[in-house]
C-alpha cells in the first residue's frame, strides 16, 4: 500500500499561490496519496507553534511556505529541521536572488500582491465587466471588452471567459446559435476576437451529460452529432470568413484555452 502524505500549505497570505503550486507538482506524481493541511494568514508565534504541533502529531509530514518574514521563516525551518518533517520553501531561494540582481532589499510585506491599488481596481472591473456580457449579454455594449469570445454551446466560453476577468481582461463571450446571427458591429470592434472549437462527438457527450445532469427531457437537436457537425462546420466558416483565430478546446483546459487566447491578445496588440 502506498503511504499517504499530510501536506501542510502555510502562508502569510490567503495561500492561493501555494495551491497552484500544489496542483503542479501534484501532477508530476500520479498515485500520489495525500492529504492537504491550509495554514493562511500565519503571522504570529502562536500560529507557527501552533502548525508545529499539529506537523509533530502527524504522521507524514510534509511543509510547504511562501513567507516574508523573516524570524516566522526561520523558525519554521529550525522546528521542522529538529524534527525531521520535509520543509520546502517556494520563495526563499528566489527573493534573495532578485534582491541581488535589483540591489535593493524586498520590502518582507506579507500579502503584498492583494494590495488595493490601481491594478487590483482595474481587475475588479474586468471581472464585473465580464459577468455583465456572459453568453450574449448587453451586446451593444460588447465593443468595449478587451476580448470576444465566440464559439457554439458547451465549448467552455463562460468558465474561460471568468478565468480571463480574474486575470485583468474585460472578456465578453457570444454563443453561436442556429438562425441567429452575430451582429456586424461585434466584428468591427477593437476587441481581438477568438472562436472556440471542439470535436463534435466529444462535444455529443458533453451536450448528453448536461442533459442528464439537469434532469431535462432528451433535446433530439441538442445532442444530435449531425446537427451538431453543422453547428462546428458553421462556426468555422465564420471564423474564417472573418479571419477570426479559432482554438480546439477538445483536450483543453480552461486554464490553457485562457492561455492560449492571451497569447493571441499579445500578438493582436502588438502587431
Do not use: W
Not at 2 to 15: A, E
Request: hydrophobic share 35%; glycine share 4%; net charge positive.
Amino acid at each position: 500500500m502506498n503511504k499517504k502524505y499530510n501536506f501542510f500549505l502555510v502562508s502569510d497570505s490567503t495561500g492561493e499561490t501555494l495551491d497552484r503550486i500544489f496542483l503542479a507538482i501534484k501532477a508530476q506524481f500520479r498515485t500520489l496519496e495525500y492529504n492537504l493541511h491550509h495554514f493562511s494568514f500565519i503571522r504570529t508565534s502562536a500560529q507557527t507553534a501552533q502548525l508545529i504541533e499539529k506537523c509533530r502529531k502527524t504522521e507524514n509530514s510534509i511543509i510547504i511556505y511562501t513567507l516574508v518574514e523573516p524570524a516566522t521563516t526561520n523558525f519554521i525551518k529550525s522546528q521542522s529541521q529538529s524534527l525531521g518533517i520535509p520543509c520546502f520553501g517556494v520563495l526563499d531561494h528566489l527573493i534573495p536572488g532578485f534582491e541581488k540582481l535589483f540591489e535593493q532589499k524586498a520590502s518582507g510585506r506579507p500579502s503584498g500582491q492583494h494590495e488595493l491599488n490601481k491594478e487590483y481596481y482595474k481587475k475588479i472591473e474586468a471581472i464585473q465587466y465580464t459577468l455583465a456580457h456572459d453568453d450574449g449579454q448587453q451586446l451593444e455594449s460588447m465593443v468595449d471588452a478587451d476580448i470576444i469570445i465566440m464559439g457554439v454551446s458547451r465549448t467552455s466560453k463562460t468558465p474561460t471567459s471568468i478565468y480571463l476577468g480574474e486575470k485583468g481582461f474585460k472578456t465578453a463571450n457570444i454563443p453561436l446559435v442556429p438562425h441567429q446571427t452575430v451582429p456586424e458591429y461585434i466584428f468591427e470592434s477593437k476587441a481581438v476576437l477568438v472562436g472556440l472549437v471542439v470535436d463534435p462527438k466529444r462535444l455529443e457527450d458533453i451536450r448528453k451529460t448536461r442533459i442528464n445532469l439537469l434532469n431535462d427531457k432528451p433535446d433530439s437537436n441538442y445532442a444530435n452529432i449531425d446537427l451538431i457537425q453543422d453547428e462546428i462546420n458553421k462556426s468555422k466558416k465564420l471564423f474564417a470568413s472573418h479571419k477570426i483565430p479559432t482554438i480546439d478546446v477538445t483536450r483543453k483546459s480552461v486554464e490553457e484555452t485562457a492561455a492560449a487566447i492571451v497569447k493571441i491578445y499579445e500578438i493582436k496588440k502588438n502587431a
